[in-house]
């Protein structure tokens, strides 16, 4: 039997993962319900989307990403009432394709957005959702949320999970305004790159403005090796 203390922290933050879709899709929402996983692709392959559907009733499912894998398509296709959007979820055409739906999932991706902010993207989607389902690597080096470009070279490699010759991050700094191929952005508003500490307050603030209350709440312990990022997990509701 595999205890949890034998897991290891990645192993650990699936489990967290699910156990949030867990609870919303199974205590907070009607059944059937329906979702959307923003940004659900990268190193998990939709595993989310996937875990939703196999265990609670599901009526219909979006999972939205920029780029997808042959796995996930191809897992996709088992499940009719799954849609799948090659799109950047930061766009409103986007929000229009999903439509309204139950709950949105927001799975390591929040402190990425930019332009469209992390802010403005809950403002976006609290026009189609009643839930928010949450797992964001929280900003715990001060009070206040911070863009991470903003603290300069060495500060934001001291903060960031990647090492300076990571490609997406190799001369990170004398490229900024530099046009980005794919995204057709300024590589500086890319969410490829680690942009924001979001602070508990900060997100908690927000989503009561929106007018949603916070329903589970939990500490899933330091992400990886920085000291000022923890991974934290939400459920909000109205």
């Not at 949320?145 to 997406?168: I, K, Q």
Request: contains cysteine.
């Amino acid at each position: 039997m595999t205890l949890f203390k034998d897991l290891k922290p990645a192993q650990l933050s699936v489990l967290d993962k699910k156990e949030i879709i867990d609870f919303a899709l199974g205590r907070l929402l009607p059944s059937p319900c329906s979702f959307a996983d923003l940004g659900g692709i990268w190193d998990v392959d939709g595993a989310y989307t996937f875990h939703a559907l196999e265990n609670h009733d599901v009526s219909r499912a979006c999972l939205v990403d920029t780029d997808f894998t042959d796995k996930a398509l191809a897992r996709a296709e088992k499940f009719s009432s799954l849609q799948t959007i090659k799109d950047n979820f930061g766009r409103p055409q986007t929000l229009k394709k999903i439509g309204q739906v139950d709950a949105v999932f927001l799975f390591d991706v929040l402190l990425h957005q930019v332009n469209p902010n992390w802010d403005e993207i809950l403002e976006m989607y609290a026009q189609i959702c009643s839930c928010f389902v949450i797992f964001n690597q929280q900003w715990t080096g001060g009070r206040n949320t911070v863009r991470l470009l903003d603290l300069g070279e060495e500060a934001y490699f001291a903060n960031v999970p990647h090492n300076p010759e990571h490609p997406n991050y190799a001369g990170l700094f004398d490229r900024l305004d530099q046009i980005h191929p794919q995204h057709n952005r300024k590589i500086r508003d890319i969410h490829n790159i680690w942009q924001w500490g979001i602070t508990d307050t900060d997100l908690i603030v927000k989503m009561k403005e929106l007018g949603y209350a916070l329903h589970y709440f939990k500490n899933c312990g330091h992400f990886k090796n920085l000291d000022n990022f923890q991974n934290h997990a939400f459920v909000f509701s109205k």
